[in-house]
């Protein structure tokens, strides 16, 4: 028999809504199995047996993140089964940035009030994303703050456990002068800078479904556009080709995270012109009048993942992310000095 309480119901907590969301995500988490699950949703722990064999000496490596201020547009708009895509990749994409496989991943949702089918949306997103980056949704938890925060909000968290062959690992170590920086094309804005394209917008339900011409698409569209999973393509270059360090372009953007991947006499020289600057960030700029540097500090402008990669085997890289359905380009290369980046 299924518990119930009158009184913490009265309190605000529905535990059968609870129950009810389980349910309803179930079919989306099956989808996400993969060689190595144990154990299902709805117990005290998730369980997973990796697979070492040849591996020399496995490194686990773990990510965590949140999808921020975007959630805003997403509540406003009333569209939540794209916003688990987000958490998601925020996760993943930091883990394979050191060439780790992610395993698994877990979720978190706090909300006002827990409404099954909006919960079951949101970790339908979350599944997505866990299939696209090849790793198991094998656990989470949704708690209810009634009082706390109104009913219809919510804020959405994520954990991953990644794996990687030490002798394997990726840390920029071995980068030189010559080596050449690969770009990945973003999807939009992703999931960082929302407070300042809030800010910016004023964002209200009415101005996010304004059709934009420079977009083509309403605001709402294109500010909820999914973050780009680069795992696989990612993982497809680094058997392709010989990649010393990998950035995720997040919150920061390109002055803060490209010089994470660097090495101490080093310097990542990008050249402006082949920054495909998406539409959305040449319309956030205008209205804002932001300056230019603000605008590469905040925001991947186009740019999802910075690769740096053997002169000699850049075209192999190239090619091995294009033919995994992105778009790569090459950025820049790597220069002597310790500036972290520079943008010519």
């Known amino acids: 028999m299924k518990s119930f309480s009158e009184s913490y119901k009265a309190a605000g907590v529905d535990v059968t809504a609870g129950y009810k969301a389980v349910e309803l995500m179930k079919e989306h988490v099956k989808k996400t199995a993969i060689p190595g699950v144990v154990s299902g949703i709805g117990g005290f722990g998730g369980l997973f047996a990796p697979d070492f064999s040849g591996m020399k000496k496995p490194v686990l490596v773990s990510g965590t ?53 909006k919960i079951a949306s ?34 959405l968290a994520g954990f991953t456990v990644g794996m990687v062959d030490e002798e394997k690992i ?26 300042l394209v809030r800010k910016v917008f004023g964002l209200t339900r ?48 390109f002055y803060e ?15 402006r012109a082949a920054v ?7 319309l956030i700029q205008k209205t804002g009048n932001i300056p230019q540097r603000d605008m590469f500090n ?7 993942m910075c690769m740096a990669v053997s002169k000699e085997t850049a075209d192999a890289a190239v090619r091995a992310l294009n033919s995994a359905g992105e778009r790569a380009f090459v950025l820049g290369e790597v220069t002597t000095g310790d500036e972290g980046v520079v943008i010519v």
């Open 170 to 195: 990726i840390d920029g170590s071995r980068m030189e002068p010559g080596d050449v920086l690969i770009g990945i094309a973003s999807s939009g804005i992703h999931s960082n800078g929302f407070s």
């Open 206 to 253: 009415e101005k996010l479904e304004i059709y934009c011409e420079e977009l083509g698409q309403t605001l709402g569209e294109a500010l909820l556009t999914p973050t780009r999973l680069y795992v696989k393509p990612a993982l497809a270059a680094i058997a392709a080709a010989d990649v010393k360090a990998v950035s995720h372009i997040t919150g920061g953007g």
């Open 65 to 117: 993140d949140g999808v921020g201020t975007k959630l805003v547009a997403a509540m406003l708009m009333d569209k939540h089964d794209t916003i688990g895509i987000d958490c998601v990749a925020m996760c993943v994409n930091d883990v394979v940035c050191c060439g780790a496989k992610p395993l698994f991943f877990l979720d978190y949702i706090a909300c006002g009030k827990n409404v099954p089918e």
């Open 122 to 155: 949101i970790v339908k997103g979350v599944a997505e994303g866990c299939v696209q980056s090849g790793c198991a949704l094998i656990g989470g938890e949704t708690a209810e703050h009634p009082g706390v925060m109104p009913d219809d909000e919510y804020d």
């Open 276 to 282: 495909p600057v998406l539409p959305i960030f040449d």
């Open 257 to 271: 995270n490209i010089p994470r991947m660097m090495r101490p006499g080093c310097t990542a020289k990008v050249e």
């Open 298 to 304: 905040t925001f991947n402008m186009g740019v999802g």
